[in-house]
């Protein structure tokens, strides 16, 4: 699995707030699967029921946590996965 400096971890968040699609983001999960779905973190993408209570989860920190919280485009729920569980990202 590749490895994420806070620099590129960043660079996957800003994405995931920008572009228009979600990005596509493959991880495995506690149990051993590899689970891929589209995700974002665009307030647009995301339903208004949906949408954070509050600015702090969205707004930048000079430190990525461990897990990363996002927005399933295609269950419109979200989900959360691991930076260490991470196999790809497009």
């Given amino acids: 699995m590749p490895t994420f400096n ?4 960043q660079d996957v968040i ?3 707030r920008t572009a228009e699609q ?9 149990d ?5 779905m589209q995700y974002t973190l665009n307030q647009k993408r ?14 930048n920190s000079t430190s990525v946590p461990a897990a990363i919280r996002v927005f399933d485009l295609e ?4 989900r ?11």
């Fill in 14 to 16: 800003r994405t995931l």
């Fill in 75 to 78: 269950k419109l729920e979200w």
């Fill in 46 to 59: 995301i339903p208004v029921e949906k949408q954070p209570k509050s600015l702090e989860e969205t707004t």
């Fill in 32 to 36: 051993g699967t590899q689970r891929a």
């Fill in 80 to 90: 959360s996965f691991r930076w260490d569980s991470l196999i790809s990202i497009s």
């Fill in 6 to 9: 806070e620099e590129e971890k």
């Fill in 22 to 30: 979600g990005i596509r983001i493959v991880f495995t999960k506690k």
